[in-house]
């Protein structure tokens, strides 16, 4: 059984910053592949980024990229995402996922095996 628990969402202010983590728990086997997505209410869920099990493999979507920053710690089990300069079009649950296969980083939300339950952030002043 495989668990992952997001945390530190809330709301930020615009320019702001805020940092979530994923804990992964369970027969983890150091995911491959680690990623962020996001859905807005109404909107399908979105490629934010993903790193790879050694880090030097990282992908970002294009509206991030600058401004967040994705991390991992392995002997922590915890992936993270810094999100500096927030603006209100980042609003949104973000979720955190992991995928099992040794294939590479990939953004389709199918290609992911565990989720999981998300975590709010809302931008605003």
């Known amino acids: 059984q495989v668990q992952l628990v997001e945390s530190g969402g809330g709301l930020v202010q615009p320019g702001g910053s805020l940092r979530l983590s994923c804990a992964a728990s369970g027969r983890t086997f150091n995911f491959p592949t680690m990623a962020w997505f996001r859905q807005a209410p109404g909107k399908e869920r979105n490629f934010v980024a993903a790193?790879?099990?050694?880090?030097?493999?990282?992908d970002y979507a294009d509206f991030v990229k600058g401004r967040f920053t994705i991390s991992r710690d392995n002997a922590k089990n915890t992936v993270y995402l810094q999100m500096n300069s927030p603006t209100p079009e980042d609003t949104a649950v973000y979720y955190c996922?992991?995928?099992?296969?040794?294939?590479?980083?990939?953004?389709?939300?199918?290609?992911?095996?565990?989720w999981g339950q998300g975590t709010q952030v809302t931008v605003s002043s």
């Open positions: 996922a992991a995928d099992k296969n040794l294939i590479g980083i990939r953004r389709e939300v199918d290609n992911y095996d565990y």
């Open positions: 790193i790879s099990r050694s880090g030097r493999t990282i």
